[in-house]
């Protein structure tokens, strides 16, 4: 027995795979077709000869019925090609049972077997694929979309014409209306064009009254506890924005491993590398796409890390690099030399005026929260500001509570503080919300760091993360990617919007190793729309872009 080349093979293998890969659009289009030969064949006056051999089989009622029910037949399937194409599972339990109807429906209304024939070409290629329509979700919560409406409108609009073009020879009177006869044609083509333009009416009206889509419910505290320690054991602090609460939860089949998300508009945006052992990492970067792909979200992935980059590449994204993460490597840091001239300055003068730093336990957390959220809100007023959220995070009793606090005292007095994350066998540590009130001096903020940074070097930590400078380190060169041009381009000219470039001196200052910060996406023109839908999460909102 001979074999086949391996090339043959392959390329065998490669042709069926894209076969597979389009089902839903060649399919979705044969619907399209099969609903377009229903309602050409229904405007069209039957042959008379398969009239009269109809007649002698089946009573005038029956043929009446079957005509205009196959016309609403074929209008449905006109509709039913959107979800096709959009891989839902109703959409194809729902089309393959209108083929069948279509069918027997061509049969009993003129015996119309081509028709049929062609409708059972198109039900024997779908039946094979039902793997390929795997998205759970109701026909009814699913948006039709303007071009496939307008598609729709143009086809009945094509083919009611097509039908007066065929019976102009046939006078108007009302009395039509009411006429059934076995060769009253024109008639029924009455009647059904009525029927096809009222469901589709129907359909458009109930596509504008639509509820918006519901979104996937935040963790409760039951699961945020269930997932405290794998977060404790994680090498990355950011594992920690999970117990804000604000964002839903994926897991992992076994429950070791997670992954945060929130959804902005048509985007669900997970935040971070997924958290827990790094052998689980790829499964559910697939898990996530396919949730994604399931309920018609687009996948997207925010501040990921240089580790993983493969996982998302794997699962079809596109990475571009949106800033860089500044991260102090604490065996090494020291304020001595020339270079930490004025930090030193800064750590001198504050502790000489008093200031010192107390590091608040959770247990002490409650007898505390009532003067952090006074120092908090104050500083939200003084700065005419609003929490952030999803990357960042906010005052809220429940997280503080499963924090530690670095708080600063002026002579006794909390003037600021900070609570702070920690992660793995202390390998990483950073400050998250940081909040100080009117009575604070001048440079509050780099003392902070300062004795945090020692704090952490003397418990022995070995990394102190100062989180990340948006489109900071791109090439500026004529042959870097555009979006690096684009977005240097904005870092250099962008700060009537945003301190960029001042955010990243001031990280400058305590000598951080700085590391690659990406974003996953689908690809193509989804970029813009990502990019909004993630400043829109971690802005509490489109309002929130726009104003503080």
Not at 156 to 180: M, N, P, S, T
Not at 306 to 319: M, P, S
Not at 443 to 458: R, T
């Amino acid at each position: 027995m001979t074999h086949l080349p391996r090339s043959i093979l392959r390329a065998g293998d490669f042709v069926s795979d894209q076969i597979i890969a389009l089902s839903p659009t060649l399919l979705a289009t044969a619907s399209f077709s099969g609903g377009i030969i229903l309602l050409v064949s229904g405007a069209m006056p039957v042959m008379p000869h398969r009239i009269a051999w109809l007649t002698n089989m089946l009573p005038l009622p029956v043929m009446e019925l079957s005509h205009f029910f196959a016309s609403l037949v074929g209008a449905a399937l006109l509709v039913l090609a959107r979800g096709l194409h959009r891989r839902l599972d109703a959409a194809y339990v729902a089309t393959a049972a209108l083929l069948v109807l279509g069918i027997v429906l061509s049969l009993i209304k003129g015996f119309d077997y081509e028709e049929a024939a062609l409708l059972a070409l198109m039900l024997l290629a779908l039946l094979p694929c039902r793997a390929q329509f795997y998205r759970k979700t109701s026909l009814f919560h699913e948006r039709f979309g303007g071009g496939w409406f307008l598609a729709v409108f143009f086809t009945v609009v094509g083919c009611i014409g097509l039908g007066l073009f065929a019976y102009k020879h046939i006078e108007y009177r009302d009395e039509l209306w009411w006429q059934f006869s076995m060769y009253g044609d024109g008639p029924r083509f009455l009647r059904a064009s009525v029927g096809v333009t009222a469901l589709v009416i129907w359909l458009s009206i109930a596509d504008l009254l639509k509820p918006a889509r519901h979104d996937p419910p935040p963790a409760d505290p039951a699961m945020l506890d269930r997932l405290t320690p794998i977060i404790r054991d994680f090498p990355k602090t950011y594992a920690s924005l999970a117990l804000l609460g604000d964002k839903a939860i994926l897991e992992n089949a076994a429950k070791t491993a997670f992954l945060m998300y929130g959804v902005q508009g048509s985007s669900w945006i997970a935040l971070g590398d997924p958290v827990g052992p790094a052998t689980e990492v790829a499964g559910l970067v697939q898990r996530f796409r396919e949730a994604c792909d399931r309920f018609h979200g687009s996948p997207v992935f925010y501040s990921i890390g240089k580790e993983n980059l493969t996982a998302y590449l794997d699962a079809g994204l596109t990475l571009i690099k949106i800033g860089e993460e500044a991260r102090v490597s604490l065996a090494a840091y020291s304020l001595e030399g020339g270079d930490n001239r004025e930090l030193r300055y800064t750590h001198r003068h504050l502790g000489k005026e008093g200031c010192s730093l107390e590091i608040v336990t959770p247990e002490q957390i409650p007898q505390h929260l009532a003067i952090l959220r006074t120092i908090s809100d104050a500083w939200l007023s003084s700065k005419k500001t609003r929490e952030k959220r999803f990357s960042l995070g906010f005052f809220d009793d429940n997280y503080l509570r499963r924090c530690s606090v670095a708080l600063v005292r002026r002579n006794g007095k909390p003037v600021a503080f900070a609570n702070f994350r920690t992660a793995g066998k202390k390998e990483e540590i950073a400050l998250d919300l940081m909040r100080y009130g009117p009575e604070a001096p001048s440079g509050i903020m780099d003392y902070l760091f300062i004795e945090m940074i020692l704090w952490s070097k003397q418990q022995g930590y070995q990394w102190f993360n100062l989180g990340t400078a948006p489109l900071s380190g791109f090439e500026r060169r004529s042959f870097a990617p555009a979006w690096q041009r684009v977005g240097a381009f904005i870092y250099s000219h962008g700060e009537h919007f945003y301190n960029f470039q001042g955010l990243r001196h001031y990280k400058e200052k305590f000598n951080p190793v700085w590391e690659p910060d990406y974003l996953a996406y689908p690809g193509g023109l989804g970029l813009p729309q990502a990019l909004l839908d993630v400043t829109a999460l971690i802005s509490g909102g489109w309002r929130g872009i726009m104003t503080k």
